[in-house]
């Protein structure tokens, strides 16, 4: 017996498996934290028992991977009442609300229970923006499983900045968008058997097909009188309604249900309504609009006969005003203000009331804050005028003055978000034009037509003003900055520029290629 428990001891300590273990205590008594956790990632089994797991979870959150630590912790937990864990996570709720849901939703995926964790997870990306990407690449493959493509396409549509895995999944709705649309063609889908399916796809396409959007929306109206309130039921009717386009319904439906969403899933599913609503009540006010506000999707390929970009194709010019009040401002006299004579700044101050008072247009609104802060930036280098103008700003009035000017600019900054979705393609064309030409000769033609163009849009005074707020604002968007990465490599690829061009460190900051 002693003979054998001698052997048995012996194997124990030459073994492999053994010798891991030593490393790993060793590692985390040293607080060799990063050490710990780069054994994990390359031997996860070592890490099955709760000591080792407890360890792997303290090593995780001394590395501030709240997220990996909480899930890591509920692990350990499923096996002992480890009192680190305990505290951990009870703090950690308080103090990091966001990545304890995300651990605790993983920990939900771990154990299969997935309509819990599509809760956590739907709770994050309403409340904690810095978490959203990282929520919905663990989201969206549930809803994937559960067939919730109008879920999907809702979270794809909320989420402005992609990964691979959410590359991914745009592609797959596309896949699922071209397949519907085929069987909706070729009438091989039925009311009768396929409502639920229909009904996705009037969501995410808001294509209104009455012989679909009509009997569902009778269907669900049925549902909610006979069995009463019912979340996803009346967010159904808010959306068909959406694809039916009755927005003024809509906006009082939307007030009437409000105070009786309150889970986590639902609520997403009302806030994209929401921004639904606006971006189509925001359309409607363009087109509606006097000012010549074309804001088309930009059709014409880039690949022209010559180096030189007509202009035939660009948004209409605003010379032609329509009766619009579309004065400049006169910024000479704002030269002579001095530290002791704020007297121009009051006077374009009331100017700006003046103009208000008269319930201008959007369109004349955004003229105005144009003028405005072409004003501010002339004047701000001015030797004498500059610091005159630092100390109007700080006076009441120039706070007040300051403070309109500033919200003008965030409501024109959520409007040009919205129509910068009219843009939504621009990356697709381009590479397209790129790779039909051949030589350098005709990449060159692509390029100068590209940003002849877009040059126009964003920069030209005559260009259309929600147009070229609609433009910068895709300029920031993830499609919009790997953009213009694919025309920043293309230069340096021509070799027009060397590769490494002089140009001002936020260029690349702004657009945060990486």
């Given at each position: 017996?002693?003979?054998?428990?001698?052997?048995?001891?012996?194997?124990?300590?030459?073994?492999?498996?053994?010798?891991?273990?030593?490393?790993?205590?060793?590692?985390?008594?040293?607080?060799?934290?990063?050490?710990?956790?780069?054994?994990?990632?390359?031997?996860?089994?070592?890490?099955?028992?709760?000591?080792?797991?407890?360890?792997?979870?303290?090593?995780?959150?001394?590395?501030?991977?709240?997220?990996?630590?909480?899930?890591?912790?509920?692990?350990?937990?499923?096996?002992?009442?480890?009192?680190?864990?305990?505290?951990?996570?009870?703090?950690?709720?308080?103090?990091?609300?966001?990545?304890?849901?995300?651990?605790?939703?993983?920990?939900?995926?771990?154990?299969?229970?997935?309509?819990?964790?599509?809760?956590?997870?739907?709770?994050?990306?309403?409340?904690?923006?810095?978490?959203?990407?990282?929520?919905?690449?663990?989201?969206?493959?549930?809803?994937?499983?559960?067939?919730?493509?109008?879920?999907?396409?809702?979270?794809?549509?909320?989420?402005?900045?992609?990964?691979?895995?959410?590359?991914?999944?745009?592609?797959?709705?596309q896949d699922y968008q071209n397949t519907m649309s085929q069987l909706i063609r070729q009438k091989k889908l039925t009311f009768k058997d396929h409502d639920n399916s229909l009904y996705q796809w009037l969501s995410v396409s808001e294509q209104d097909i009455p012989e679909f959007s009509e009997p569902l929306m009778q269907k669900y109206r049925e549902q909610?009188?006979?069995?009463?309130?019912?979340?996803?039921?009346?967010?159904?009717?808010?959306?068909?309604?959406?694809?039916?386009?009755?927005?003024?319904?809509?906006?009082?439906?939307?007030?009437?249900?409000?105070?009786?969403?309150?889970?986590?899933?639902?609520?997403?599913?009302?806030?994209?309504?929401?921004?639904?609503?606006?971006?189509?009540?925001?359309?409607?006010?363009?087109?509606?609009?006097?000012?010549?506000?074309?804001?088309?999707?930009?059709?014409?390929?880039?690949?022209?006969?010559?180096?030189?970009?007509?202009?035939?194709?660009?948004?209409?010019?605003?010379?032609?005003?329509?009766?619009?009040?579309?004065?400049?401002?006169?910024?000479?006299?704002?030269?002579?203000?001095?530290?002791?004579?704020?007297?121009?700044?009051?006077?374009?101050?009331?100017?700006?009331?003046?103009?208000?008072?008269?319930?201008?247009?959007?369109?004349?609104?955004?003229?105005?804050?144009?003028?405005?802060?072409?004003?501010?930036?002339?004047?701000?280098?001015?030797?004498?005028?500059?610091?005159?103008?630092?100390?109007?700003?700080?006076?009441?009035?120039?706070?007040?003055?300051?403070?309109?000017?500033?919200?003008?600019?965030?409501?024109?900054?959520?409007?040009?978000?919205?129509?910068?979705?009219?843009?939504?393609?621009?990356?697709?064309?381009?590479?397209?034009?790129?790779?039909?030409?051949?030589?350098?000769?005709?990449?060159?033609?692509?390029?100068?037509?590209?940003?002849?163009?877009?040059?126009?849009?964003?920069?030209?005074?005559?260009?259309?003003?929600?147009?070229?707020?609609?433009?910068?604002?895709?300029?920031?968007?993830?499609?919009?900055?790997?953009?213009?990465?694919?025309?920043?490599?293309?230069?340096?690829?021509?070799?027009?520029?060397?590769?490494?061009?002089?140009?001002?460190?936020?260029?690349?900051?702004?657009?945060?290629?990486?």
């Amino acid at each position: 017996m002693m003979r054998f428990s001698f052997f048995v001891s012996l194997f124990c300590l030459v073994s492999p498996y053994a010798s891991d273990l030593i490393q790993v205590r060793k590692a985390f008594e040293a607080k060799q934290y990063k050490a710990v956790i780069q054994i994990a990632d390359k031997y996860p089994s070592l890490f099955r028992e709760a000591r080792e797991s407890g360890w792997l979870a303290r090593s995780l959150y001394e590395e501030k991977n709240y997220p990996q630590a909480a899930f890591q912790c509920h692990l350990v937990m499923e096996k002992i009442d480890f009192a680190w864990c305990t505290a951990m996570l009870r703090a950690l709720k308080v103090k990091q609300e966001g990545a304890y849901l995300l651990g605790l939703a993983r920990y939900q995926i771990h154990t299969l229970d997935n309509r819990s964790a599509m809760d956590s997870l739907s709770d994050i990306t309403n409340r904690f923006s810095e978490l959203a990407l990282s929520a919905r690449e663990e989201l969206l493959p549930l809803f994937r499983k559960a067939s919730a493509y109008h879920l999907m396409h809702e979270h794809l549509t909320a989420q402005k900045t992609d990964s691979p895995i959410i590359l991914g999944f745009r592609k797959q709705m596309q896949d699922y968008q071209n397949t519907m649309s085929q069987l909706i063609r070729q009438k091989k889908l039925t009311f009768k058997d396929h409502d639920n399916s229909l009904y996705q796809w009037l969501s995410v396409s808001e294509q209104d097909i009455p012989e679909f959007s009509e009997p569902l929306m009778q269907k669900y109206r049925e549902q909610l009188n006979e069995e009463g309130f019912s979340e996803n039921i009346a967010l159904r009717i808010g959306m068909l309604l959406l694809v039916q386009d009755k927005l003024e319904e809509l906006a009082a439906y939307i007030e009437s249900i409000k105070p009786n969403i309150g889970s986590s899933i639902p609520r997403h599913s009302l806030n994209h309504l929401i921004a639904r609503l606006e971006y189509k009540q925001n359309l409607k006010k363009i087109k509606s609009s006097p000012a010549p506000v074309t804001i088309a999707k930009v059709r014409e390929e880039y690949f022209a006969p010559s180096n030189t970009l007509s202009i035939a194709n660009l948004p209409v010019s605003t010379s032609d005003n329509g009766g619009l009040n579309l004065t400049p401002i006169d910024q000479k006299p704002l030269f002579t203000a001095r530290v002791d004579d704020f007297s121009p700044f009051h006077d374009l101050y009331q100017e700006f009331l003046k103009r208000m008072e008269k319930n201008p247009s959007n369109y004349e609104k955004r003229f105005l804050y144009r003028e405005l802060d072409n004003a501010y930036d002339a004047v701000s280098d001015h030797e004498k005028a500059g610091p005159a103008l630092d100390a109007y700003l700080a006076t009441s009035e120039g706070q007040k003055f300051q403070a309109e000017a500033d919200k003008m600019a965030q409501e024109f900054e959520k409007e040009d978000l919205i129509n910068a979705e009219h843009f939504n393609g621009e990356l697709n064309r381009f590479q397209k034009s790129i790779s039909i030409a051949q030589s350098r000769e005709e990449k060159l033609r692509v390029l100068s037509s590209f940003a002849g163009k877009w040059e126009k849009m964003v920069f030209d005074r005559d260009t259309n003003l929600f147009v070229q707020g609609a433009a910068t604002a895709f300029r920031k968007t993830s499609e919009g900055k790997a953009l213009a990465k694919m025309v920043y490599d293309l230069v340096t690829d021509l070799k027009i520029l060397p590769a490494d061009m002089d140009i001002p460190p936020d260029f690349l900051a702004e657009r945060d290629w990486d």
